[in-house]
Each structure stands twice: as C-alpha cells, then as structure tokens.
C-alpha cells in the first residue's frame, strides 16, 4: 500500500514519481484505511516485483462520502494524469478514461438495447491538457477537463492545485490546496455550473485533516422544474497518531422535481473515531457504531502479474488499442469494441486518419470504415444446468397475438427442472418488478430461450431438452475476415427467429414492431446477405439476390422512446451449411452463429480502420473464459457466491470484468442504494482460459466497516460539532486561463504513461 490512507499512485508505466514531484490524495476518506494488507507470494516473486510494489488505493466507505459528490473524481486528476511523473514536461495532453456511471451507482443497463449491444464497453475518453510544474516551491498542476455534465451538459473543467508536501502515512491527506469549477469556457467561470475547492493539512507533530467545500447552482434562487442546487461543506480532523479523529458534513439541498419547490433542505453528518471504533450520526440521531477491527473490503481494479519465467510477478500489459488524428487535428481511438472520437466529432466512411504516437518518428495512414451495424460471431461454449445456482437471466417474451414484447427476469429452478419468471420490466422506472407469485415459462412452446446474463457475460441461451446453456465467445467481423477468403465477397446467412426487417421507422421501433415472421421450417428460414464492400446485412426477401434490403432503419429515421430506441439485435444468424435438420430452435445449438446489431446511434454503428495495403486493423477483443468461484478465493472469505460460475475478461482499465454489481440497502428503506461487485478476489488467484495465465492483486479497494451494536465505549459524536466546515470564501476561482492547444499525441493513455519521465 502506498500510503496509510488516502494515497494516490501515479499513471504507471515508469515506476515512482519524478525527483521533486509530489503525490496528492487519490480519494476522499472520512478516515484511515485499516492498513497494508501484504499479498501472498503465489508462485516465488522477487521482493521488488510489480506485484509487491504496485501503488494500491484504499479508502474507507461511509454514507456520509455519498454528499461529497464531484470531490473523489477531482481528487483522481494527478495520478490519473501522471502529473508526478511528468513534472515540468511542458503542457501535454492525457487520453483519459471517463466514467459515465459513478463508482458504488446501479447499473441496470443489461436490461436496454444498450447494455445488451456488444459496444456497451466501447472506449469512452476525455482528452485532457494538463500542465504540471514545480520550481522549487510547490508543485502546480493545472488541468483543463472538457466533459459532458449530467446536470450542466458541455463543460470545461477547470483544476488548478498546489501541492506542498506528498501523501505519507505521516500526512495521509498530504498538504493541498485544490479549487475546481464546470464552466462553458474561461470567460463563464465567474458564474460556474459546479465549483468546489480541498485544502488538506498536517504532519507528523500536528494534527491533519482536510476541508472541503463544494457548489452547484444557486441555493437563493427558485428551481424551475427539474433543477437542483446544493451546497457541502466537510471538515475531516485526524489527531497527531493519525488513528482518532472527527468529522462533520453538511449539506443544504434545493430542487423542484415536478412537485414545487423544496426549499432549502439541510441535512448533517457527524463521527467521531478512534483505533477501534467509529460512531455516526445524522441530523441528531442516536449514534450507530463501526467497529474498524475486521472491515469487508470490495475490490474495484486488479493488476495482472505474470505467474512465472523470467517476467515472474511483473505486470502485464493487456492489448488496448490505436490512436489516431483526423485531418482537423480531433484525436480518436481504434479499440477492441470499435472506433471513438469526441462527441460532437463527424469521421465518415473513407475520411484518412493518421497514428503518430508520442515519440514515433513517421506518421502512419489509415483508413476509416464505416457501417450501419455490426455483425458479430458467436462461438459455443457450455454450462450445466446444475451449475447455475440460481443465477438469474434476462429474457424478452414476444406475444405474436398481441404483437407485444415483455422483459422479464428468470431463473431454473433445478427441483422443479423448470424456468421460472421472477420478476417483469417496467420501462417507466427502468426498474424490474418481482412477480407475486412466479409464474413457469411455456418451455414446451416456446422451444428455445435466447436470453442475457450479465454473470455469463452477454447473450446465452437454453434449447428445450438440452440439460445445459450456451454462453458464448464473441468477434467483429471485418472486411478481412477468413469468411471472405477465397475470393468470396458475400456472407450468406439464413434466420429463423427474431430476424430485423428492413426500412424501419422511428415509430416502428418505438412500437417494438421490427421483426420479420417467425420460420417454422428449417428448410425455409430468411435469406440474408453479409457484403465485404459495405459491411452492411441485407435481406433477400425473394432469395434471388434482386433486391436486397438493408437491414434496419431506414434513412433519417431516428426512433426516440422504447426499448429499442438504444439500438436493435436480431435473432441468430447461421451458414447454409449449420442449418438444423429437425426443428428451428436448433440454431442455437449449432457450434457458431451471428447477430446483427444496428441502431441510430454512435454506439450501433461499426467503426474500423483499413491500412495502406488494404487490411483491417486488428485489436483483439479481450480473451473470455469461464470462472468458478469459491469461498477460498474470496477476499472476504465469504461463501455467498460458493460454486459459482462467472464468464470474465482481462482489461487493461481495471484488470479483470465480468463480476455484476450487487446492491446493498444501507439505509433501511428497504432500496438498494450501494453497489459494489458481487465477488472480490484475493490476491494471488490466479485466473485466465486455462486457469494460470495471470495472477491478480487488488490495487483499487474501498473498505465497509462491521456494524456494532453493542458498543458501550466512551465515543460520542459531540466533538464534531465543533469543527469548523469552509464556505464559499474558501473557494478561489481557477486562474489558469483558456485551455491551451497540445498539437504533440497524448503522454498519457489510460493511465499509461508514454515515453520517458521528466526527471529534474
């Protein structure tokens, strides 16, 4: 662990900070960590290996961090920009990773178009400039941050900090100063959207802590429908040993949610703490007490470590991808789910693009391809009915009659060797309703279920009959796939269920009409045609090849409510050659087979690059493999998830995907308002195709501490009302001026640094 507590890390890629460079605070902890917890050395690494040195972040989660909103993403900007690293490298510009959905929210995008599309994992950067500098005072960073706000749209944000004195277990909070404000431009930034500022303080003979002070709109005004203002104010106090303290967060409220004003609403938090135990209240409550003795700890990020030869214990580096600049100079990335650029950003089909990466001596051409939807193959994989332990699966029902579609949540129920119905989607909440009581699914009629897993990661599907499900390897298909060998330009593929129509409207797709009848003989499925050319599925409605009909949308139509309005899948796709002999739901049991994805957003569309011979640019999609949990391999030694199969990839941002998210109610409304992964592992699994090819060491943790109700020591919260909380006073608007122009390619990319260090 780097620090005691709120320890921050560089962007990797170059070991430790740069002589002279400081390392600010990663995160905002309302108090210490528990400690460095040292991994297990699985396989002889060397004491200096990555895998024992790897900076690890840990903090404490408590629901009072839940009012300090944008403070933890601020605080994140150094080490995600390796302004320790790159200390006085002159203004460069950062690729950096964004994050639409804050850590801890609810992610219940599976059960849309969107989260089902195979791109719901494409890349999504923010390209930052950032100016670290230090003289021999402080060290500066300045960062200009252009973003989309949920609540204030296209913003700037600008971060301006002095850093006095790094993170250490003797300042676990370092000496800061931060001020932070959203605007449309520089000119705006006295009338902010948000704004805040952090001021940390403290050593090794004085008592440390930090403050923080955060704004958005205008608490004095009334709320038109739908807007909000706020104000927090936090003050956190460790005493000289860095184990006792107090805190105290206050928050004043305003909005208008479409029942009037609220007026101003305030709510506080106090606590107070020391080596053993933590006491919390809220707005007068009798305190609730935490024991910090045997915190839950819930893994975000892993690092991957080679698990022997002469790399033994050193990192490794999963494949991410290429960038690129356009013509106009805008900067976009080719990655394994497909081709990024800024929002706002048009590349057509044809448009050359160049990859100059930083340091490289030549430019290199490509270029771009574009397509109305990707066709993506399916390679089988199996798993037992009996080892499903009641993992719950999403399914759409469509009723031919009616000629409606209903999503629901099933399970098997291996006593009654039946699927059941647990629970029905209502799209007004976006939200999944259980069913009183569970109703059986007509398996007999039905014949076969395509359904979705998050567990299983993505599509899966059941045949009558069979005493198993099939999860699924995924694959783009390009224009340089080994189908089109041989001289061949053309895919031929036949469907038999769920197959899109042609010529969609927009109110068609909100209607949920867009699919083609069912075939009922698999001597007579729907002829469709994949083209090398264009990349583009069409229909042969005659099976003559004259016409054929471009699946999907038809031009300009842009559908704007229902499900399928983040995009549509078509039912399975398969050669002439797998077409099943006895009834159609057999095409889910052939050994490879293909979906069309196509929508009218960015999202649905394929993108790829071509080189100067005429070749696909190829980024492999990270590698899936099927993972069985067990209690032994539990961070937590928990036995909840015992026996459980997960469907996992390896991924550069945060090591290892695949585990959902799990809600926990911790405020006793019976809601789930916290949602971390269901499983943590514990350093030194080892993980990957074959079960050995990585091993893994949490290196982002945050810490849950273990109710006690029967506390009967001497801490109450009365002290906290003391500390004194910043105001606005506290806060100084960002004088670091217009964003600069960075014409040189990124010196960081996801969190890797490019190139070498500046040492001074």
Known sequence: MLVAACGGGGGGGGGGAAK????????????????????????????????????????????SLDELGRIGAMLRVPGASGAAELLNAETYAVQANALPVARGASIRASATARGRSFAARAADYELWSVDSTRTGGPHDVAAWLPRVDVEFGAQTVFFDASISS??????????????????????????????????????????????????????????????R????????????????????????????????????????????????????????????????????????????????????????????????????????????????????????DGDDVVHDAWGASEEVHYTVRRAPGRLVRMTKNTLDLTELDDQVFEWFETDAMLG????????????????????????PSSAFVALTPTELVDIASEGALPLYSTALGGPVAFVDGNTYVTWYELEIVDGSDPVFGGGATELELFGFMDCLRSGLTAAEVEAGDIELADATDPTDGHRFVFAQSDLTLYHDPTKTGMPLERVGLADGEVPASGLFAWGMTSGPLIAASSVPSGTVEGVWDVDELYVWET?????????????????????????????????????????????????????RTHGVVGFPRVGYDLDGDTEPDRFVPAVSLADGVMLGPIGSEAVVKAVELEEWLTPDAGYAGALTVFAANDLVVPDVR???TPAIGTAPVVVQPPRVVSGEIVGPLVVE
């Open 404 to 427: 409606t579609t209903t999503l629901y949540e099933v399970t098997y129920d291996s006593m009654a060797s039946a699927w059941t119905k647990l629970a029905v989607f209502d799209e």
């Open 730 to 732: 506290d806060y100084t």
């Open 599 to 651: 929508g009218a957003n960015a999202w649905n569309a394929f993108g790829g690059l071509v080189d100067m011979g005429g070749d696909f640019v190829d980024v492999p999609l990270p590698a899936r493999f099927a993972y069985r949990h067990s209690t032994l391999r539990d961070r937590n030694a928990s036995a909840a998830y015992d026996g459980r199969c997960f469907v996992l990839e390896f991924d």
């Open 20 to 63: 002279g460079g400081l390392v600010a605070p990663g995160g905002v902890s309302l108090l210490p960590p528990a400690g460095a917890v040292t991994p297990p050395n699985p396989g002889g690494f060397a004491s200096d290996a990555a895998y024992f040195t790897d900076a690890v972040f840990e903090e404490v989660y408590d629901r």
């Open 229 to 348: 203002a706020s104000e927090v104010q936090a003050a956190v106090e460790l005493d000289v040993s860095g184990a006792s303290g107090r805190a105290r967060v206050f928050r004043r409220e305003r909005f208008d949610d479409g029942g009037g004003d609220s007026g101003i609403v305030a709510s506080e938090w106090l606590l107070e703490f020391d080596a053993d135990t933590v006491v919390r209240s809220r707005d007068g409550a009798p305190a609730e007490a935490f024991s910090r003795a045997a915190p839950e700890r819930h893994a975000w990020s892993y690092g991957l470590y080679a698990p022997g030869g002469p790399d033994a214990g050193e990192r490794i580096d999963v494949a991410n991808g290429l960038g690129v600049r356009t013509a106009g100079g805008v900067r976009g990335w080719l990655g394994p789910f497909g081709l990024w650029f800024p929002p706002g950003v048009t590349v057509l």
């Open 166 to 227: 790094s993170v250490s277990a003797a300042r676990p909070f370092g000496v800061m100063q931060l001020d932070y404000a959203g605007a449309a431009d520089a000119a705006s930034l006295g009338a902010p959207g948000f704004s805040g500022s952090f001021a940390s303080y403290g050593g090794s003979k004085s008592a440390s802590g930090f403050r923080v002070f955060e704004a958005a709109g205008d608490l004095t005004a009334v709320p038109a429908p739908g807007e």
